[in-house]
DNA sequence: ATTGTATATTGCAATATTACGATTAACAAA
DNA sequence: TTTGTTAATCGTAATATTGCAATATACAAT
């Protein structure tokens, strides 16, 4: 095999497992905290920034963009990069929200 | 290649990284939500409850032991889980923190 | 000792991810 | 038009993940 089951989980476990998987590379990770403390920059900053081949960083921006939580718009010959505000909430709150489930008794010893 | 180059990227951003693919997988979701839920339960009441082959949930426990955000304890023939409560706290402000970093001007627009 | 229950591990096939060189595409400037 | 800059895409190799059948391990009960 080596196919996720989704259709045997609810949508929002599935989303909340597509937004971490955005998250569960340093590189995507390094690229999100660059952008939110410079606003804006272009893939070769990150190049720069990151070290990784320009390639392997247009990759991730590609996984980024996918996800939606960062926009692109194409500015002369480079591509302007930026976080969408909108879907970083969306996503703060749903992780918010799944690490807020808290049960009655928070007992932390099993059995 | 196919390996994450680790070293060029800082500590927090390779834990976060590390955290985050733990909850890139909606089973691993879907364990951690039930036992938030019921507390503590054993390998087989999640075989039951999420539907997946024994051996692929006993997987998902050993990734999710191993990142410590589950604990195990041998109860006679069966192994009792739960959450360990000090590791979750420890991740959800992980993942609070990053999604804080809020820049001075969090403006929406590229370019 | 044998049987049953519960879980971990092994081995394997299918698929996904990571990384990068090479190439392509789009545009700006000379 | 030619040259340079920027970024996306293609192709490929190395590695990781997912899922499960089969097997192994551990213990409890008969």
Redesign the interface.
């Known amino acids: 095999m080596g196919l ?3 259709a ?3 949508e929002e ?2 989303h ?2 597509r937004m ?11 690229i999100l ?1 660059y952008l ?5 920059c272009i893939c070769g900053d990150l190049v720069h920034e ?3 081949a320009q390639a392997t960083i247009s990759q991730h921006l590609r996984e980024l963009k996918s996800a939606g939580i960062i ?3 194409i ?1 002369g010959t480079s591509v ?7 879907v ?1 909430q969306d ?2 709150q749903l ?2 929200g ?6 009655t ?7």
């Open positions: 996720t089951k989704s045997i989980f609810t476990q599935n909340l497992a971490a998987k955005v998250l569960a590379h340093p590189a995507r990770v390094a905290q939110v403390k410079v606003n804006q990151i070290g990784l926009k692109g718009n500015e302007c990069y930026c976080i969408d505000a909108e970083w996503v703060q992780f918010d799944f690490f807020n489930i808290n049960s008794s928070q007992s932390d010893d099993c059995c």
